[in-house]
Protein backbone atom coordinates (compact mmCIF):
# COMPACT_ATOMS: atom_id res chain seq x y z
CA UNK A 1 0.00 0.00 0.00
CA UNK A 2 1.50 3.77 -0.79
CA UNK A 3 0.95 6.89 1.39
CA UNK A 4 -0.03 8.34 -1.52
CA UNK A 5 -3.74 7.59 -2.59
CA UNK A 6 -4.68 8.71 -6.70
CA UNK A 7 -8.38 8.37 -7.93
CA UNK A 8 -9.31 6.74 -10.26
CA UNK A 9 -7.23 4.38 -11.03
CA UNK A 10 -8.32 3.90 -14.53
CA UNK A 11 -10.28 7.22 -16.31
CA UNK A 12 -11.16 7.02 -20.50
CA UNK A 13 -12.63 10.26 -21.49
CA UNK A 14 -13.31 11.73 -24.94
CA UNK A 15 -11.55 14.64 -26.48
CA UNK A 16 -14.34 17.22 -25.61
CA UNK A 17 -14.74 15.42 -21.79
CA UNK A 18 -13.92 17.50 -18.38
CA UNK A 19 -12.38 15.25 -15.79
CA UNK A 20 -10.02 15.39 -12.46
CA UNK A 21 -7.67 13.59 -11.14
CA UNK A 22 -7.32 13.63 -7.68
CA UNK A 23 -4.35 13.20 -4.70
CA UNK A 24 -4.26 13.16 -1.62
CA UNK A 25 -1.62 12.24 1.54
CA UNK A 26 -1.40 12.44 5.30
CA UNK A 27 2.16 12.34 5.67
CA UNK A 28 2.62 16.22 6.54
CA UNK A 29 4.41 17.12 3.43
CA UNK A 30 4.45 20.13 1.90
CA UNK A 31 5.58 19.80 -1.61
CA UNK A 32 3.65 17.90 -3.93
CA UNK A 33 4.22 16.91 -7.61
CA UNK A 34 2.63 15.89 -11.04
CA UNK A 35 3.99 13.35 -13.54
CA UNK A 36 3.33 12.11 -17.07
CA UNK A 37 4.74 8.55 -17.87
CA UNK A 38 4.10 7.19 -21.05
CA UNK A 39 4.71 3.30 -22.00
CA UNK A 40 8.12 2.25 -21.17
CA UNK A 41 9.28 5.73 -20.70
CA UNK A 42 10.97 7.68 -17.46
CA UNK A 43 8.23 9.99 -15.50
CA UNK A 44 8.78 13.54 -16.53
CA UNK A 45 7.81 16.26 -14.57
CA UNK A 46 4.72 18.62 -15.18
CA UNK A 47 4.21 20.84 -11.74
CA UNK A 48 5.00 21.63 -8.16
CA UNK A 49 3.88 22.82 -5.33
CA UNK A 50 5.45 24.56 -2.46
CA UNK A 51 3.56 25.27 0.19
CA UNK A 52 0.07 25.00 -2.35
CA UNK A 53 1.64 27.52 -4.12
CA UNK A 54 2.42 26.38 -7.76
CA UNK A 55 6.41 26.76 -8.22
CA UNK A 56 7.43 24.77 -10.89
CA UNK A 57 5.37 24.66 -14.47
CA UNK A 58 7.30 23.01 -17.36
CA UNK A 59 5.64 24.72 -20.05
CA UNK A 60 2.67 22.17 -20.02
CA UNK A 61 -0.32 22.70 -22.22
CA UNK A 62 -3.57 24.79 -20.62
CA UNK A 63 -5.77 22.06 -20.82
CA UNK A 64 -3.86 20.81 -17.67
CA UNK A 65 -4.63 22.66 -14.67
CA UNK A 66 -3.61 21.93 -11.49
CA UNK A 67 -5.06 22.80 -7.55
CA UNK A 68 -4.01 22.63 -4.42
CA UNK A 69 -7.10 23.02 -2.81
CA UNK A 70 -4.66 22.51 0.78
CA UNK A 71 -1.49 20.94 1.45
CA UNK A 72 -2.97 17.27 1.78
CA UNK A 73 -5.14 17.39 -1.41
CA UNK A 74 -3.73 18.06 -5.01
CA UNK A 75 -5.84 18.18 -8.14
CA UNK A 76 -5.29 17.89 -11.97
CA UNK A 77 -8.16 19.24 -13.87
CA UNK A 78 -8.24 18.10 -17.56
CA UNK A 79 -10.08 19.65 -20.49
CA UNK A 80 -9.93 19.14 -24.47
CA UNK A 81 -7.52 16.68 -24.22
CA UNK A 82 -5.88 14.95 -26.93
CA UNK A 83 -5.00 11.44 -27.65
CA UNK A 84 -1.10 11.82 -27.34
CA UNK A 85 -2.34 12.84 -23.67
CA UNK A 86 -2.87 9.31 -23.00
CA UNK A 87 -0.43 7.78 -20.09
CA UNK A 88 0.36 7.43 -16.70
CA UNK A 89 -0.31 10.24 -14.56
CA UNK A 90 1.51 10.17 -11.47
CA UNK A 91 1.24 12.17 -8.16
CA UNK A 92 4.40 12.10 -5.49
CA UNK A 93 5.03 14.71 -2.17
CA UNK A 94 8.13 15.10 -0.45
CA UNK A 95 8.88 16.33 3.03
CA UNK A 96 9.75 19.97 1.34
CA UNK A 97 11.04 20.79 -2.63
CA UNK A 98 14.05 21.48 -3.01
CA UNK A 99 15.25 19.15 0.02
CA UNK A 100 17.28 15.80 0.52
CA UNK A 101 14.33 14.11 0.99
CA UNK A 102 12.66 11.60 -1.04
CA UNK A 103 9.83 11.65 -3.08
CA UNK A 104 6.88 9.48 -2.34
CA UNK A 105 4.63 8.09 -4.75
CA UNK A 106 1.41 6.81 -5.79
CA UNK A 107 0.48 4.05 -7.91
CA UNK A 108 -0.96 6.76 -10.95
CA UNK A 109 -4.23 7.25 -12.71
CA UNK A 110 -4.21 5.60 -15.56
CA UNK A 111 -6.25 7.97 -18.57
CA UNK A 112 -7.05 7.01 -21.86
CA UNK A 113 -8.41 9.57 -24.36
CA UNK A 114 -10.73 8.13 -27.30
CA UNK B 1 19.98 18.09 -20.04
CA UNK B 2 20.40 16.87 -16.41
CA UNK B 3 18.58 13.12 -17.67
CA UNK B 4 20.75 10.62 -16.60
CA UNK B 5 21.33 7.41 -18.60
CA UNK B 6 20.96 3.92 -17.23
CA UNK B 7 22.80 1.24 -19.03
CA UNK B 8 22.03 -1.59 -19.33
CA UNK B 9 18.19 -0.96 -20.76
CA UNK B 10 17.50 -4.28 -19.82
CA UNK B 11 18.64 -6.91 -17.51
CA UNK B 12 17.97 -10.88 -17.29
CA UNK B 13 19.51 -12.78 -14.55
CA UNK B 14 18.47 -16.14 -12.59
CA UNK B 15 17.62 -15.81 -9.10
CA UNK B 16 20.61 -15.65 -6.37
CA UNK B 17 23.00 -13.96 -8.69
CA UNK B 18 23.76 -10.26 -8.63
CA UNK B 19 22.44 -7.41 -10.33
CA UNK B 20 24.27 -4.18 -11.77
CA UNK B 21 22.71 -1.18 -12.83
CA UNK B 22 24.72 1.97 -13.61
CA UNK B 23 23.40 5.49 -14.20
CA UNK B 24 26.01 8.24 -16.06
CA UNK B 25 24.67 12.19 -16.05
CA UNK B 26 26.11 15.34 -17.66
CA UNK B 27 25.78 18.11 -15.04
CA UNK B 28 26.71 18.44 -11.25
CA UNK B 29 23.98 17.38 -8.76
CA UNK B 30 22.63 17.34 -5.43
CA UNK B 31 21.82 14.59 -4.99
CA UNK B 32 21.15 11.31 -7.17
CA UNK B 33 18.06 8.91 -6.40
CA UNK B 34 17.23 5.19 -6.95
CA UNK B 35 13.62 3.90 -7.51
CA UNK B 36 12.11 1.27 -8.39
CA UNK B 37 8.73 0.48 -10.09
CA UNK B 38 6.46 -2.81 -10.44
CA UNK B 39 4.54 -3.13 -14.11
CA UNK B 40 1.81 -0.90 -13.51
CA UNK B 41 2.42 0.47 -10.21
CA UNK B 42 3.97 4.05 -8.47
CA UNK B 43 8.03 4.53 -8.09
CA UNK B 44 8.79 3.24 -4.79
CA UNK B 45 12.46 5.17 -3.48
CA UNK B 46 15.12 3.30 -2.81
CA UNK B 47 18.62 5.12 -2.03
CA UNK B 48 19.19 8.16 -2.12
CA UNK B 49 23.24 9.12 -1.94
CA UNK B 50 24.31 13.02 -1.68
CA UNK B 51 27.04 14.48 -4.23
CA UNK B 52 29.63 14.46 -0.91
CA UNK B 53 28.95 10.47 -0.57
CA UNK B 54 30.54 7.71 -2.10
CA UNK B 55 28.87 4.76 -1.24
CA UNK B 56 25.46 3.75 0.60
CA UNK B 57 24.01 0.65 1.43
CA UNK B 58 20.80 -0.36 2.84
CA UNK B 59 19.95 -4.22 2.61
CA UNK B 60 20.62 -6.00 -0.41
CA UNK B 61 21.22 -2.80 -1.87
CA UNK B 62 24.75 -0.77 -2.38
CA UNK B 63 25.08 2.47 -4.28
CA UNK B 64 28.13 4.23 -5.67
CA UNK B 65 28.88 7.58 -6.92
CA UNK B 66 31.91 8.79 -8.70
CA UNK B 67 31.06 12.60 -9.03
CA UNK B 68 34.38 12.84 -10.94
CA UNK B 69 32.97 10.48 -13.89
CA UNK B 70 29.69 11.86 -13.33
CA UNK B 71 28.16 8.31 -12.61
CA UNK B 72 26.38 6.07 -10.26
CA UNK B 73 25.60 2.17 -9.48
CA UNK B 74 23.25 0.46 -8.34
CA UNK B 75 24.05 -3.19 -7.06
CA UNK B 76 21.09 -5.71 -5.66
CA UNK B 77 22.91 -8.72 -4.39
CA UNK B 78 21.36 -12.39 -4.04
CA UNK B 79 18.78 -11.03 -6.17
CA UNK B 80 14.86 -12.67 -5.80
CA UNK B 81 12.16 -12.61 -8.32
CA UNK B 82 10.34 -10.35 -6.58
CA UNK B 83 13.14 -7.91 -7.47
CA UNK B 84 11.61 -8.19 -11.28
CA UNK B 85 10.86 -4.34 -12.08
CA UNK B 86 12.37 -1.13 -13.74
CA UNK B 87 14.61 0.68 -11.68
CA UNK B 88 15.51 4.38 -12.77
CA UNK B 89 17.87 6.71 -11.06
CA UNK B 90 17.09 10.33 -10.75
CA UNK B 91 18.97 13.61 -10.47
CA UNK B 92 18.73 16.47 -8.49
CA UNK B 93 20.19 19.44 -9.46
CA UNK B 94 20.61 22.70 -8.04
CA UNK B 95 17.20 24.30 -9.84
CA UNK B 96 15.21 21.43 -7.21
CA UNK B 97 13.92 19.08 -10.09
CA UNK B 98 13.96 15.33 -10.04
CA UNK B 99 14.73 14.33 -13.23
CA UNK B 100 14.41 10.47 -14.49
CA UNK B 101 16.83 8.74 -16.36
CA UNK B 102 15.16 6.17 -19.19
CA UNK B 103 15.63 2.93 -16.51
CA UNK B 104 16.70 -0.21 -16.60
CA UNK B 105 14.33 -3.47 -16.64
CA UNK B 106 15.87 -5.97 -14.61
CA UNK B 107 13.74 -9.66 -14.75
CA UNK B 108 15.35 -12.56 -12.39
CA UNK B 109 13.99 -15.74 -13.20
CA UNK B 110 12.84 -18.21 -10.71
Known amino acids: DTEVTQTPKHLVMGMTNKKSLKCEQH?????MYWYKQKAKKPPELMFV???????INESVPSRFSPECPNSSLLNLHLHALQPEDSALYLCASSQVSGSNQPQHFGDGTRLSIL | SQQGEEDPQALSIQEGENATMNCSYKTSINNLQWYRQNSGRGLVHLILIRSNEREKHSGRLRVTLDTSKKSSSLLITASRAADTASYFC??????????FGKGTLLTVNP
Open chain 1, 49 to 55: YSYEKLS
Open chain 1, 27 to 31: MGHRA
Open chain 2, 90 to 99: AIRGSNYKLT
